[in-house]
T-cell receptor
Framework: GAGVSQSPSNKVTEKGKDVELRCDPI?????LYWYRQSLGQGLEFLIY????????KSGLPSDRFSAERTGGSVSTLTIQRTQQEDSAVYLC?????????????FGPGTRLTVL | AQSVTQLGSHVSVSEGALVLLRCNYS??????LFWYVQYPNQGLQLLLK??????LVKGINGFEAEFKKSETSFHLTKPSAHMSDAAEYFC???????????FGGGTRVLVKP
């Protein structure tokens, strides 16, 4: 079946602009995660959605970052007033539910470059 | 708090030689441990995981890892490297109460013919 998909695959933007990154999880997966992979910080957790519960936003680095998940499926990560340090690969993952045994399946990522 | 340390950001092995990637973790509770592989311009793919039970776990592509609680380690091995093993490998810990993966810094493997 189809895996996790993300769009766009690459995004180049100018400092100060807003960007939206999209994630389509695997059908039927109720848990969705966003991670960021950057040279300086490695792989780090950003935000986690589980069903209709309030998201765990503890990893978001600043209030310029926000995410939503509509209808329990597609998620959008929004970065407002982008800064050069936001340049990174943004990875989305999904899993069946919140059980720790459930594997997180990762998408190919969106490479964001802020000029 | 928990953390994951991978020793060596780059490892070079000859084709056919043993691959050994080291991972140590700190966790206040029994962890769930994972190894992921990332090929160029791709997302992460699960190689193997330890949850409970047998401490030696086997994964895909001939990889295996052993959970050693006394050493707080979860080293990844493969007896004979193949050119297709060239990739970056990440060790990760799953927090007991929650689903956030905490990753190590990654080890990039180069396989020489």
């Amino acid at each position: 079946g189809a895996g996790v998909s993300q769009s766009p695959s690459n995004k180049v933007t100018e400092k100060g602009k807003d960007v939206e990154l999209r994630c389509d999880p695997i059908s039927g997966h109720t848990a969705l995660y966003w991670y960021r992979q950057s040279l300086g910080q490695g792989l780090e957790f950003l935000i986690y959605f589980q069903g209709n519960s309030a998201p765990d936003k503890s990893g978001l680095p600043s209030d310029r970052f926000s995410a939503e998940r509509t209808g329990g499926s597609v998620s959008t990560l929004t970065i407002q007033r982008t800064q050069q340090e936001d340049s990174a690969v943004y990875l989305c993952a999904s899993s069946l539910d919140r059980g720790r045994e459930n594997e997180q399946f990762f998408g190919p990522g969106t490479r964001l470059t802020v000029l | 708090a928990q953390s994951v340390t991978q020793l060596g950001s780059h490892v070079s092995v000859s084709e056919g030689a043993l691959v050994l990637l080291r991972c140590n973790y700190s966790s206040s509770v029994p962890p769930y441990l994972f190894w992921y592989v990332q090929y160029p311009n791709q997302g992460l793919q699960l190689l193997l995981k330890y949850t409970t039970g047998a401490t030696l776990v086997k994964g895909i592509n001939g990889f295996e890892a052993e959970f050693k609680k006394s050493e707080t380690s979860f080293h990844l091995t493969k007896p004979s490297a193949h050119m297709s093993d060239a990739a970056e490998y990440f060790c990760a810990v799953l927090k007991a109460a929650g689903n956030k993966l905490t990753f190590g810094g990654g080890t990039r493997v180069l396989v020489k013919p």
